[in-house]
């Protein structure tokens, strides 16, 4: 599976937008991009998945660049619920899941 | 998105014992549900591919006869935890690969939380 790189922890103000970055460079032509999010104490939950275009549901936009070696998932409004460990995941779409250490995003007043 | 439950939340038992935390896919069946392992302040860690009506694969470094899987229909997979030892207290999530039409999700359930006396 080609590898992620995110940043360890961002901060961001309620009811602003938070842009959580991955870099995945090595990204293979059949892998998705994948994030879950997961709060404390609790199993992961899905957010969002694509494979080269950008994608929008009701929790999230993501955003993949063009040669795909990057992506950024938007919480348009962000509450404090929204505090977590974010995890960008790259894998084929038959494959396992296979978590690194995630982006911990602080929700402040 | 798809509802996976884990029972039970939280257990707390002594060493020696085992222990059995049930892995259910509620409103899809599952043919293949995978387990995971968290300690404190850490990432999750696959621990092994449980499919149904077949023997579970098992990552690199976990011992096969300490965690016993068994996925005996498609939407219930169990993990049991032998001669439990306080080294095995963690965080045990599972969760279920979701089949669609064009992809593939996989959903977690909620944890169990296993704590050994």
């Known amino acids: 599976d080609a590898k992620t790189t995110q940043p360890t922890s961002m901060d961001c103000a309620e009811g602003r937008a938070a842009n959580l970055p991955c870099n995945h460079s090595t990204i293979s032509g059949n892998e998705y991009v994948y994030w879950y999010r997961q709060i404390h104490s609790q199993g992961p939950q899905y957010i969002i998945h694509?494979?080269?275009n950008n994608e929008t549901n009701e929790m999230a936009s993501l955003i993949i660049t063009e040669d795909r070696k990057s992506s950024t998932l938007i919480l348009p409004h962000a509450t404090l619920r929204d505090t977590a460990v974010y995890y960008c995941i790259v894998r084929p779409k038959t494959d396992k899941l296979i978590f690194g250490t995630g982006t911990r995003l602080q929700v402040f007043p | 998105g798809a509802v996976v439950s884990q029972h039970p939340s939280r257990v707390i038992c002594k060493s020696g014992t085992s222990v059995k935390i049930e892995c259910r896919s509620l409103d899809f069946q599952a043919t293949t549900m995978f387990w995971y392992r968290q300690f404190p302040k850490k990432s999750l860690m696959l621990m092994a591919t449980s499919n149904e009506g077949s023997k579970a694969t098992y990552e690199q470094g976990v011992e096969k006869d300490k965690f016993l899987i068994n996925h005996a229909s498609l939407t219930l997979s169990t993990l049991t935890v032998t001669s439990a030892h306080p080294e095995d207290s963690s965080f045990y999530i599972c969760?279920?690969?979701?089949?669609?039409?064009?992809?593939?999700?996989?959903?977690f359930g909620p944890g169990t939380r296993l704590l050994v006396l």
């Open positions: 694509g494979l080269k």
């Open positions: 969760s279920a690969l979701e089949v669609g039409v064009r992809e593939e999700t996989q959903y």
